[in-house]
């Protein structure tokens, strides 16, 4: 856990009630349609996060850590969907909120991490530390 990123997941405020209805949704698969999906890479560099967030841009997005976790949350926002003069035959599209959150490893530069959103994909940097390496320290004789 100390070399990767994994998910947080904070559940000490959730009631037995929250708790079995998240449950159910899951099983009936319908939940995971609430988080956007995630891909997270390593490489010898850094990490990479890639959200998919199709109806999002970059101002409904927030992105910030706290320690050691980084929390990602998003809204849609559905108030310019109403335009005078027009009515709703058929609204399937919704209000959407999420947020996401993961435990960060030891050795990330949290103050370098950045954030690109391009097509409905947010992409999160998290850069590493460099590793310190050892420094020879030359013995001398005093003679």
Known sequence: MANEISRYNDRRNVSVFDDFFD???NAWGSYSAKVPAVDV???QDEFIIKAELPGFDENNVKIYVEKHVLHISGETDDKNDEKEGRKYLVKERRHTSFSRSFSLPDGLD???ISAAFENGILTVTLPKM???KPRHIEV???K
Do not use: R
Request: aromatic share 0%; charged share 40%; proline share 7%.
């Open 110 to 112: 949290e103050s370098a």
């Open 23 to 25: 449950s159910m949704l």
């Open 140 to 142: 001398k004789i005093n």
């Open 41 to 43: 890479e390593e490489t």
């Open 130 to 132: 460099p590793e310190e």
